[in-house]
């Protein structure tokens, strides 16, 4: 796992899912693989397969798969207890915009203490993970109806009357 969660960082991210399973029962099965692709011929063929994805590669840009934006998803959420959060209890984007960030981030530890996680994000990190998920802003502080206390709330990045959150 890393700790950079930027856009930039996912944008580049290519995950390649290894999940074929070799079993003595396939039809195929070779016990001599092991061998075979280390021969001369073999290590030959496998050197031109690579020059002609290079080229390919160099012409046409990474092509886009299901399996591996699905990967990167599965990365993307397991990687962040807050998009753990979200999908585990089926939060939406009107719910997250119903309810002031201390609320949530609230509703938030209390999920993290029932699971077990051992090191909780701070509401800072929490925030920043739903901003980028999202692709929300933060409101001005604002007074909440019920408390009084002074609140932010997560609003459409296409309000102008938002701040972004320093993440130095």
Known sequence: MVNDKSFGFYRRLILIPLDAKFSNTDPDYDPDISQKVVSEEARSYLLNMAIRGLRRLLKKGFTKSEKVEKAI????????????????????????????????????????????????????????????????????????????????????????DIEKIDES
């Open 73 to 160: 998803r599965t990365y993307k959420v397991q990687s962040s207890h807050a998009l753990t959060w979200l999908v585990e209890n089926d939060i939406t984007e009107e719910y997250l915009l119903s309810k002031h960030t201390g609320e949530l981030y609230a509703e938030f530890k209390i999920w993290c203490e029932n699971e077990g996680v051992e090191n909780i994000p701070r509401q800072q990190t929490f925030t920043i993970d739903i901003q980028r998920e999202f692709d929300f802003g933060i409101s001005k502080q604002q007074r909440d109806p019920k408390t009084g206390r002074k609140c932010r709330y997560f609003v459409p990045s296409s309000r102008r």
